[in-house]
């Protein structure tokens, strides 16, 4: 396999590159707007002889088609993306746009004209969903309801529409995994993600030693670690068929905040409960709630399930069990 991964360098996309370039006979492509930094580089060492980077714009139709014939790309993933704050939306919705939407749409061009082009996965988000936990199915199955409230959201789902589209038109299986919360290591602030995770905001208190006022315990999520999200994706790649046009990747298990927060003060981090969101340093609020996600899709189709417990996959972020 020759598998090409879009944003390659970002918090999911590396993480994927790393999994795939450690396996036997694949070379990956890793393509990214930003350049190969120290960090980046330390993290991709162990795989560095199965791995291609380059500088990729995803909004560059020509660029992305030249890449994917001269690399003579037999898989895509499709992970580059513009993870929006609501202030971004407001100063720049079009490049947003562009990114999200418009580099999708390259992607999948280049992957229906393309003889060598096999499969594509797309990286969408569980940010699809509605939020509205009162008229959630629990666990949330892939055809529960959606809500596009934001231009994160609706380029996400656009992206998943096209995706199915293009997938009928070339003949050639394309499908879209939406993620849970990802946690895990090399997640940090880059120009196209500006806000970390609760994750990782818990673990820069901790690592920073600052004391920190929490609000929200019953709050819940379902955390699934990077790892886990690459291997899904392998999985899928060797799966016999897809049947379906988009798959839940999670572990299925929520963790409420409290359960995250007690995680890390085990080890020192000095957390205050406070009844106050406003005055908090870190709070979760009913909206941020997260529905376990339902993967009987993903488990039928590739046997999968999640190989890192929380425990575990807190250890990869931090230093703190060293």
């Known amino acids: 396999m020759r598998i090409l ?14 999994f795939l ?62 993870t929006a ?13 562009d990114v999200n939407l ?7 061009d280049a992957a229906m ?7 594509v996965i797309n990286v969408s988000s569980s940010g699809v969903y509605s939020v509205d936990a009162a008229r959630l199915p629990s666990p949330l199955p892939e055809d529960g309801p959606l809500e596009m409230n934001n231009l994160y959201a609706i380029t996400k789902y656009g992206g998943e529409l096209l995706t199915t589209r293009y997938a009928a038109l070339s003949g050639k299986p394309m499908t879209s995994v939406r993620l849970a919360s990802v946690y895990g290591p090399m997640e940090r602030t880059t120009g196209s993600r500006s806000r970390t995770s609760l994750m990782n905001r818990i673990y820069s208190a901790w690592s ?28 899928l790649l060797n799966a016999p068929q897809w049947r379906y046009p988009a798959y839940n990747i999670s572990t299925g298990v929520p963790t409420t905040f409290a359960e995250l927060v007690a995680r ?4 020192g981090l000095q957390a205050t409960w ?9 709070a979760q609020l009913a909206p941020n709630t997260r529905i376990p996600l339902d993967i009987q899709r993903l488990v039928a189709e590739t046997g999968f399930s999640a190989k890192i417990e929380l425990l575990e996959g807190i250890k990869t972020m931090t230093s703190i069990y060293d």
């Not at 002889?49 to 001269?70: C, P, T």
């Open 208 to 235: 920073a030693g600052k004391p920190i006022r929490v609000a929200g315990p019953d709050v819940s999520r379902d955390w699934v670690h990077a790892e886990d999200v690459a291997r899904a994706v392998w999985m």
């Open 274 to 282: 406070i009844d106050d969101p406003s005055a908090a340093d870190i």
């Open 102 to 108: 418009g580099g999708t749409v390259n992607v999948l």
């Open 5 to 18: 991964v879009t944003g390659g360098l970002g918090f999911v996309g590396i993480n994927v590159v790393r």
């Open 21 to 82: 370039a450690d396996l036997p006979a694949t070379k990956v492509v890793a393509a990214d707007v930003a350049a190969m930094d120290e960090i980046a580089s330390s993290f991709l060492q162990p795989v560095a002889d199965n791995l291609i980077n380059v500088r990729l714009n995803i909004a560059d139709r020509q660029a992305v088609r030249a890449l994917v014939e001269d690399q003579r790309i037999t898989h895509i993933v499709h992970a580059a993306a513009i």
């Open 113 to 119: 004209a393309v003889s060598s082009v096999q499969q």
């Open 264 to 267: 890390f003060a085990a080890h």
């Open 85 to 97: 704050t609501d202030e971004q939306e407001a100063a720049d919705p079009t490049r947003i746009v």
